[in-house]
């Protein structure tokens, strides 16, 4: 069981370039999680789904699109990427089902990624 | 809209002395509360919550939080710390499926 996993760890990119993170759970976890974290600004949740099929805008949601074509993965998209975009990525998931168990988090190790 | 507040953005402490950092959430959530803590070069991992009941919960590593609805505080606490512990620190809140977090508490454990 390897929980919540991201790839790739690190990327550099040049601004302009696209990539996709793939965010995988073996959980069978409903709801899956897309943040960035900046230096003195914790989480933001940039978008979100609900299930297989879903997606939703989180916080921080422009200049990011996401797939979720399989209940146990999640793509985090740059189509063009910015240099504010320069941060570490993380996914994270949680079950549905009672009340209390939806809303205690997964996170995966994070990915680093650097726009020049 | 929730909103979360560490009042410390870093607390330096000596081996063995107590610790305490403090947050405050806006009285308009809903009262699902967490702190997590990231190690350095890690992803986040649960400490504690507090979903309903008593209001004293006890977390991993001995910590432990105490929920006070009247002073909307969720502060964490540890009372010997080591220096393992050096990390950093984030309260959540949760509205529905949905976690807003502090900006975290750096916490560097001297010897």
């Known amino acids: 069981n390897a929980g919540v996993t991201q790839t790739p760890k690190f990327r550099v990119l040049k601004t302009g370039q696209s990539m996709t993170l793939l965010c995988a759970q073996d959980m069978n976890h409903e709801y899956m999680y897309w943040y960035r974290q900046d230096p003195g600004m914790g989480l933001r949740l940039i978008h979100y789904s609900v299930g297989e099929g879903t997606t939703a805008k989180g916080e921080v949601p422009d200049g990011y699109n996401v797939s979720r074509l399989k209940k146990q993965n999640f793509l985090l998209g740059l189509e063009s990427a910015a240099p504010s975009q320069t941060s570490v990525y993380f996914c994270a998931s949680s079950p549905a089902g009672g009340p209390h168990t939806r809303r205690e988090q997964f996170f995966g190790p994070g990915t680093r990624l650097t726009v020049l | 809209a929730q909103s979360v507040t560490q009042l410390d953005s870093q607390v330096p402490v000596f081996e063995e002395a107590p610790v305490e950092l403090r947050c405050n959430y806006s009285s308009s959530v809903s009262v699902y509360l967490f702190w997590y803590v990231q190690y350095p070069n890690q992803g986040l991992q649960l400490l504690l919550k507090?979903?309903?009941?008593?209001?004293l919960v006890k977390g991993i590593n001995g910590f432990e939080a105490e929920f006070n609805k009247s002073q909307t505080s969720f502060h964490l606490r540890k009372p010997s710390v080591h220096i393992s512990d050096t990390a950093e620190y984030f309260c959540?809140?949760?509205?529905?499926?949905?976690?807003?977090f502090g900006a975290g508490t750096t916490v560097t454990v001297r010897a």
């Open positions: 959540a809140v949760t509205k529905d499926y949905k976690l807003s």
């Open positions: 507090y979903l309903s009941g008593s209001t």
